[in-house]
């Protein structure tokens, strides 16, 4: 696999000689000042790619152009907003750079109750919790019949314990649920939030694929034509939340997208993590039926509950097993006759990061090192020992 890490720019508190110590020699970023939804411009892209190369390191993979929510709803000026992606997609292409990580979530990236959720072993970690879900729901955003979408005790809990809370812990909560990545959603309120996710109600599972399939018909040609490799990122957690419908969470929905527009253009970003999240997918089989279609990988591993709640844990623990996916992943490799890009996804905070001020969560430095370091010990075990 080529080893990348995903970096956001000069506010992280990761830079990019830190990257180039771990040994990764690509860097995951995007241009997270341009607004969502407006051209990359050339000259922009060109200073992020001689910032990155004059560190010794490859801008591998753009992690992401997102896509704006007009042409997540097929509304307004989406006509407008998918002509932008197209130049941006040229322009990026002009630059030398042939690899665009999106997703299609609505209003939000991924999402987790907890950025700091304390562990065992003196680290934190992101966690989702279906009962503080629930609390955010029903009694901070009030959204409309959330209750239905939950169970009794989890409700029963998810009061108990909003209940017992402090207004800093619900603040907290808030704070934590609608916080967005670099590029996404910025300081994103309450109300601001029921604004935004008001605008799906009575989008369906369906219109959204619908809407996703005339996105993909629009720009893979022009993918295509400058070289250039589309890879979805799986919704994150992989299941709905907030009334909002999540379409890329399963194999079936794998196998929708790429039929959609069958071109080895239309791929796929693997998310162990966030595809792991659903206990009914198996993700070595997964990886083995998408091989063609796979070009990047995120690995990480989450811990799944019973309740529907998880945790990132380990890189090789959890409730995936790391072992047999990065053997597929190898074995695919072997039959393209190529790598691919690779990068290890929301370390634990850990060591000195615990003192790091102002850091993304889940991309502080020494958990993410730890995790590719044991994935890079783990491949060379598999492929050493197994005839690859």
């Not at 309740?307 to 409730?319: A, C, I, M, Q, T």
Request: negative net charge; hydrophobic residues 35%.
């Amino acid at each position: 696999m080529k080893e990348t890490f995903r970096w956001f720019g000069n506010t992280d508190t990761v830079t990019l000689p830190y990257i180039k110590q771990t040994g990764a020699t690509g860097v995951v970023t995007a241009l997270h000042h341009i607004p969502n939804g407006e051209v990359w411009p050339i000259a922009e892209i060109k200073k992020t790619k001689s910032e990155i190369e004059a560190n010794g390191l490859e801008w591998t993979f753009i992690e992401s152009i997102p896509i704006h929510e007009n042409i997540k709803l097929r509304k307004n000026d989406y006509t407008q907003r998918i002509e932008n992606y197209k130049t941006s997609l040229r322009n990026v292409a002009e630059c030398g750079i042939k690899n665009v990580c999106y997703n299609f979530m609505p209003v939000l990236d991924w999402t987790r109750t907890h950025l700091h959720w304390p562990l065992e072993s003196g680290g934190t970690a992101l966690r989702f919790d279906k009962v503080d879900m629930a609390i955010f729901e029903c009694h901070l955003l009030k959204r409309k019949n959330a209750d239905s979408d939950y169970s009794a005790e989890i409700l029963q809990r998810a009061d108990e314990h909003f209940s017992q809370m402090s207004d800093s812990e619900r603040r907290q909560l808030q704070d934590n649920v609608l916080m967005g990545l670099p590029g996404t959603v910025d300081n994103l309120t309450i109300p601001v939030f029921q604004e935004m996710i008001a605008q799906y109600e009575g989008v369906t599972h369906a219109d959204l694929k619908a809407n996703l399939s005339y996105f993909l018909n629009e720009v893979i040609p022009v993918a295509e034509e400058n070289g250039i490799k589309m890879a979805i990122h799986p919704d994150d957690p992989p299941f709905d939340i907030m009334g909002l419908p999540r379409i890329i969470k399963s194999e079936a929905d794998l196998d929708d997208l790429v039929n959609f527009v069958d071109s080895p253009a239309n791929g796929i970003t693997f998310c162990t993590g966030s595809l792991g999240a659903n206990a009914d997918n198996d993700l070595p089989k997964m990886i083995r039926k998408f091989s063609d279609r796979i070009h990047f990988l995120h690995l990480r591993n989450v811990r799944r509950e019973t309740d529907g709640s998880f945790y990132e844990d380990h890189h090789l623990e959890g409730s995936s097993d790391m072992y047999e996916i990065v053997k597929a992943v190898l074995e695919i490799e072997k039959a393209r006759g190529m790598q691919l890009p690779m990068r290890p996804d929301h370390g634990h905070q850990i060591l000195y990061d615990l003192d790091t001020k102002n850091a993304y969560s889940g991309y502080t430095a020494i958990g993410r090192l730890k995790g590719l370091a044991e994935i890079r010990g783990l491949a060379m075990g598999i492929s050493k020992s197994v005839d690859m």
